[in-house]
């Protein structure tokens, strides 16, 4: 009885593990803003050209002159409003960072001077259903 039991769990087991390195090979790397980097007029990158395919696990890379950018995470008040919301928003600022895509919408802004109102911002959104 437990030899029967035994193999099923060998084989959900394979299967979880099958699905996990499936989902890992999937993943892309995305130069945010492609050759430009993260600097003005990004704000269309996700966009532009055409549509990119950004799936859950895929890294995003934003690279920038660390002296004039950098990269917070924030939430909808903090993008709408170009501020650091919440008060425990991640800062990025080593001038490549890697941020893994999540499900859902996650809001990207330069926090440095009036880079956020000039438009250095985006936001990038994965359906929370998608596959």
Known sequence: MAGKYGGLALVLVSLVL????????????????????????????PNNPGFKNFREGDVLVFKYDPAAHNVIVVDDFGFGTCTTHPANATVYSSSNDRI????????????????????????????????
Request: net charge positive; glycine share 18%; charged share 20%.
């Open 100 to 131: 893994t895509v999540r499900r859902g919408e996650t809001n990207f802004i330069s926090g440095k001077g009036d880079d956020c109102d000039k438009g250095l911002k985006i936001t990038n959104g994965i359906p929370r259903c998608s596959g």
């Open 18 to 45: 099958l699905h996990g390195g499936v989902q890992l090979a999937a993943a892309a790397v995305w130069n945010v803003g492609d050759s430009n980097g993260w600097t003005f007029g990004v704000i269309s990158w």
